[in-house]
């Protein structure tokens, strides 16, 4: 049985990526910036794999939790969050052409992981290895998937640093942004650090919500300050048109003068003609 706390580790870790991947899709909706419709569809498989996880430990593993869990955690989701730092180092062109390659991968990966054989029994109460229990091709979609998008993404935050330090040609905020997804993904992969100290299992969860949280940082320093909340200002509205509305003393000042001299004529014109 896992233990309690892997078991809400877990659930948090579903909790918050889901927090973040509404959050970020809201930022696209409002801005429509490509960046952030990538990493709103990985943070989307992140809380897929977080939620897979999360069932595993809780109700115990089976291979459609482990097929799950492994096409969302190990093989899709770090592409697409590569995908969004192309777009922000290198521009729409490119990042168009990659986002096609990326979802030809990405419905490849869903078939391949939809009918991929079993070479092994997936243990019930621990988190199975992908190398113990599937064959060549599963286990070379992650190798592309989660290596190769995770040096784009080291690239990328080399690349911005660089353009920072020579030429000033990035915003100190993209900059720090870049580098904070860096190390979002380094946290990702660095679970075989802990795995010594907490055990294979909590090690894991622990870097998945670490490391979604500093993704999310990333994010949010990345595009700069976010656009005003459209449900802040419908609510601030009423309070608005109630302060424009009420008069003030200049206002009233302001009127009386005007009243005065615009009737003042006119009334002294009435007077004389009777």
Same mark, same amino acid.
């Given at each position: 049985m896992t233990p309690t706390l892997d078991r809400a580790l877990a659930a948090a870790a579903t909790l918050v990526a889901a927090a973040f991947t509404l959050a970020t899709w809201e930022r696209w909706r409002l801005r429509r910036r490509p960046q952030e419709l990538a990493w709103s569809v990985s943070l989307a498989w992140f809380t897929v794999g977080?939620?897979? %996880?999360?069932? +595993?430990?809780?109700?115990?593993?089976?291979?459609?939790?482990?097929?799950?869990?492994? %096409?969302?955690?190990?093989?899709?989701?770090?592409?697409? %969050?590569? %995908?969004?730092?192309?777009?922000l180092q290198w521009g729409a062109r490119i990042g168009d052409r990659v986002r096609t390659a990326l979802i030809a991968l990405t419905g490849l990966a869903c078939g391949v992981m939809a009918e991929a054989p079993f070479r092994a029994v997936v243990p019930r109460d621990t988190l199975p290895e992908g190398r113990a229990v599937f064959g060549v091709w599963p286990r070379a979609l992650a190798a592309v998937g989660s290596g190769v998008a995770a040096i784009v993404? $080291?690239?990328?935050?080399?690349?911005?640093?660089? +353009? $920072?330090? &020579? &030429? &000033?040609?990035?915003?100190?905020h993209r900059v720090v942004g870049t580098v904070l997804i860096a190390l979002g993904t380094a946290i990702l992969s660095g679970s075989g650090a802990l795995a010594g100290r907490v055990g294979a299992d909590r090690a894991f969860v622990l870097t998945l919500l670490v490391g979604v949280v500093v993704l999310f940082a990333g994010f949010l320093s990345a595009n700069g300050a976010p656009p005003r909340p459209q449900l802040a200002v419908i609510l601030e509205a009423p309070h608005r048109i109630a302060r424009d509305a009420a008069p003030g003393p200049s206002t009233d000042a302001s009127a009386g003068s005007s009243t005065d001299s615009s009737t003042g004529p006119l009334t002294q014109s009435s007077q004389t003609t009777t």
């Open positions: 977080a939620g897979a %996880l999360w069932w +595993g430990f809780a109700r115990g593993w089976s291979t459609a939790s482990f097929r799950t869990f492994y %096409l969302a955690g190990a093989i899709v989701n770090v592409p697409w %969050l590569a %995908l969004g730092t192309v777009y993404i $080291f690239v990328g935050a080399v690349w911005s640093v660089v +353009g $920072f330090v &020579r &030429r &000033r040609s990035a915003p100190a």
